[in-house]
């Protein structure tokens, strides 16, 4: 089952990813590295969760109870560990990280506006 939850959301994902890079220019499309970022950091569970919770008023005999405690288990798990190392896993995507600090050109370009409407103050680099 949880093959085809990761399968599920790659083909959301990057599916969608690709549809709007088609109508990006290429200096502000999604990068590979960020859809892999959208897809991992994503799967967590909530849309599960609301059903699982709907299941114990709908579901007789303790049903929606027991399927209420799995969903919820799993939700948890997937939040401490998908969660916990979602960073790393943008570490090592170079997302985010000093090494390769805004080097996509949007993440420039939004900065470059920042600066410039006043939101951001420029830092000497001394």
């Avoid at 949880?2 to 709007?20: D, E």
């Avoid at 799993?74 to 979602?86: A, D, E």
Wanted: proline residues 4%; hydrophobic residues 45%.
């Amino acid at each position: 089952m949880q093959v085809f939850i990761l399968v599920a959301r790659a083909a959301n994902v990057f599916s969608c990813a690709y549809i709007l890079n088609l109508a990006r220019p290429p200096n502000s499309q999604i990068p590979r590295e960020y859809q892999l970022a959208l897809w991992y950091s994503g799967l967590r569970g909530a849309m599960a969760f609301a059903l699982a919770l709907q299941s114990v008023h709908d579901l007789p005999d303790g049903h929606g109870e027991t399927i209420f405690t799995a969903t919820t288990s799993i939700v948890v798990l997937t939040v401490l560990l998908i969660g916990g190392s979602t960073g790393t896993m943008l570490e090592a995507l170079q997302v985010v990280g000093d090494s390769n600090r805004y080097r996509h050109p949007y993440e420039r370009r939004i900065l470059r506006e920042a600066v410039r409407k006043g939101h951001l103050v420029r830092a000497n680099s001394n």
